[in-house]
Every structure is written in C-alpha cells, then in structure tokens.
C-alpha cells in the first residue's frame, strides 16, 4: 500500500537536520507542503533547500519552540503561506547528560523548555489549525527513554515521561479525526548525542559535533 500526501501540510520542528531532516525529506517525497521550523537558520535553510529539491513545497521558518511568542509566530507564518496545517511532527530536541547531584537547575530547565514545554507550544499553535480543516496529525518524536531512563541523564529521562503526557492531553481538544502518536526513537547517529556527550567539554563538544557532521556529509565550521 502506498501512503500519498498530496497536497496536505507537514510542519516539521527541528527539522534541519538529523531524524526532522530524514522526516521532512520523506513527506516531501510523498507529495506533502513541509514546513520546517528550527532555531538553527543556516542549516534550516540549507534544509528547506534540500527538501525542496525538485520543485517540491518547503520553507524554512527561523523559530524557537522553548518561546511560545516564537512558534505563535512561526506556525502563523505557516499557516498563511501553505493554508493551513495536517501534520504536526514535534521533534525538536537536546540532549544533556549529568547526575542527579551534578545535574544544575539552569540545565535541567533548559531541557525542560525545549524538550517538554516545545511540545506544548507547538501543539498549542498548531491544533487550531487542525481543528479548522476539521482533523489533523500530531506525532511527538520521544524516546525510549520514555520507558527507560537513562542512568546518566535524569532530566530526559524524566521529560520523556512528561512528553507521553503532553501527547495525550490535547487529544480531548482535538478534532474529529485527529490523532495523535508519540514516536519513541533508539539511540541514532545524530549531532544530538555527540553535543549531549561532551556537554561541558568545549574542546571535545566542537569535535564531536564536526565528527557528526562529517559522518553525515554536511560542510562543518572548524
Ligand atoms: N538521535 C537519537 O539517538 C535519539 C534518541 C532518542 C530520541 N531522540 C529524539 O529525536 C529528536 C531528534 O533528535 P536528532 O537525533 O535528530 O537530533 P539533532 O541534534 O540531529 O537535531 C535536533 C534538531 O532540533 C533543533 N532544535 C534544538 N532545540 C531547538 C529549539 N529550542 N527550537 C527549535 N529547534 C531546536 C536543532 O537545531 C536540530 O535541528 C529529539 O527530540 C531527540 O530527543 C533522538
């Protein structure tokens, strides 16, 4: 059976790169509008770019999903260009490492806001875009440590479980129609685990993330 999207509009947040990337390239091959929605602006044009090719509809739109008045703005600018949105795909993420003793409340937060708080925002703007066309998509890129936590990373572990929370919330706001899934990724390749692995080590930070970008052929600042 093939899965057609024609014509319908996916918005994609941190779809620059890595599993958002991989996501917003595939909707586009099945014919949807993709609209990709990350704080990174070089690498989310360069994104929307690649998506597009072939003359494909995608856009890039620079937004923030730990600010709410961000993403208001973003899923606005979506919604006016393309007419509405189907699929929300809420993927933007980091990951940080530390102990609970070592783990700082600015660290915790920051994952808290991106993490958990982004999905929020993002289904918070886009559901009445849904409910406008009377259905609609949510599918939340998790974990598996939504089930497991990790021993060395106690706020994504627990921000996991949080997220299967906020994925299940907006379902008795939801249209007739909508659904909602929430994704549970294995540990992947991505500049997301080398970032979060040598988080506080500048020097092996800055490697580590031009190793991840080499792996995946993309240009890397050195
Ligand atoms: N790669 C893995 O092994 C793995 C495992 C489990 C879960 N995940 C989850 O999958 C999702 C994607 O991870 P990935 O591996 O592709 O990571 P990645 O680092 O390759 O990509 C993450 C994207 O999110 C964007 N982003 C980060 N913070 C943002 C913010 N505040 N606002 C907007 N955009 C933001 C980044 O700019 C980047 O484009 C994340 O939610 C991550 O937690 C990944």
Not at 126 to 132: F, G, K
Not at 165 to 185: I, M, N, Y
Request: aromatic share 4%.
């Amino acid at each position: 059976m093939s899965i057609r999207f024609d014509n319908k509009v996916v918005l994609v947040t941190g779809g620059a790169m890595g599993i958002g990337l991989a996501t917003a390239k595939k909707f586009a091959e099945l014919g949807a509008k993709v609209a990709i929605l990350d704080r990174d602006a070089p690498a989310g044009q360069k994104a929307a770019q690649a998506v597009g090719s072939g003359g494909r509809a995608a856009r890039f739109v620079e937004c923030d999903v730990a600010d709410e008045a961000s993403v208001a703005r973003g899923v606005k600018t979506i919604g006016e260009e393309f007419g509405g949105v189907d699929v929300l795909v809420s993927n933007a993420g980091i990951q940080r490492y530390g102990d609970v003793v070592g783990t700082s409340e600015e660290l915790w937060n920051e994952v808290m806001d991106v993490n958990l708080k982004g999905c929020f925002h993002v289904a918070k703007a886009a559901l009445p875009l849904m409910i406008a066309r009377a259905g609609g998509a949510i599918v939340v890129v998790a974990s598996v440590q939504t089930f497991t936590a990790g021993r060395r990373d106690p706020p994504a572990g627990t921000r996991r479980f949080c997220r299967l929370d906020v994925t299940h919330t907006p379902r008795k706001f939801s249209a007739p129609g909508g659904h909602l899934q929430a994704v549970d990724a294995g540990a992947g390749p991505t500049l997301i685990l080398s970032v979060g692995a040598c988080a506080g080590h500048p020097r092996r930070q800055k490697t580590s993330a031009r190793r991840a970008r080499d792996r995946r052929g993309q240009s890397s600042p050195r």
